[in-house]
């Protein structure tokens, strides 16, 4: 069976994706790309849109593992509560097509691709571009970033595989 992870990085403005797999020892750059919504859409609207683009995604790729990368608390609560009506739509997503779901936070996703936990944006960025040299340098880190979280959900999901709880 083959592995499909479609990593996200959750964001109200942009929204960091990619689809990975893996065949045999070789990783697969499916898709990847950034997800932007209108500011001028209602919150509902977003939220449609949302499900309706990775809902198409999961059921395009056949994806079985869908990895997200924790938010941390920033200076915004606002922003913080509105990353949680993406995430949940990504749970239910999860649920609805049957796929795994594996979280980790910024820390470790850095440590799985720089093996520096402590790492910024841009030595992501670079390694990941290493990687994947026939992909075109993204305007957004959000993109790199989510291809690194697909990357930690190919690498590391048996042990980092979501309880299933909160």
Sequence with gaps: ??????????????????????????VRLYECGGFTMSRSLTLAQR?????????DKIGYYHVNVVALET??????????????YLRGMLYYLHNL???ELCEFSPREVKQAITGY????????????????PDLTTPRTY???????VSLC???????????GGL
């Design 71 to 84: 938010p941390f608390l920033g200076k915004n609560a606002q922003n913080f509560l509105k990353l949680g």
């Design 47 to 55: 939220i449609g849109l949302f499900h309706n683009f990775f809902n």
């Design 142 to 148: 959000d993109v790199t970033d989510a291809i690194a």
């Design 97 to 99: 097509h049957g796929t």
């Design 117 to 132: 936990g402590a790492a910024d944006k841009e030595q992501v960025a670079r390694l990941i571009m290493r990687l994947f």
């Design 1 to 26: 069976m083959s592995h499909v992870v479609m990593g996200v990085d959750p964001g109200f403005s942009v929204t960091g994706f990619s689809i990975v797999c893996a065949e045999g020892s070789r």
């Design 153 to 163: 959900g190919l690498w590391r999901r048996p042990a980092q595989r979501l309880a």
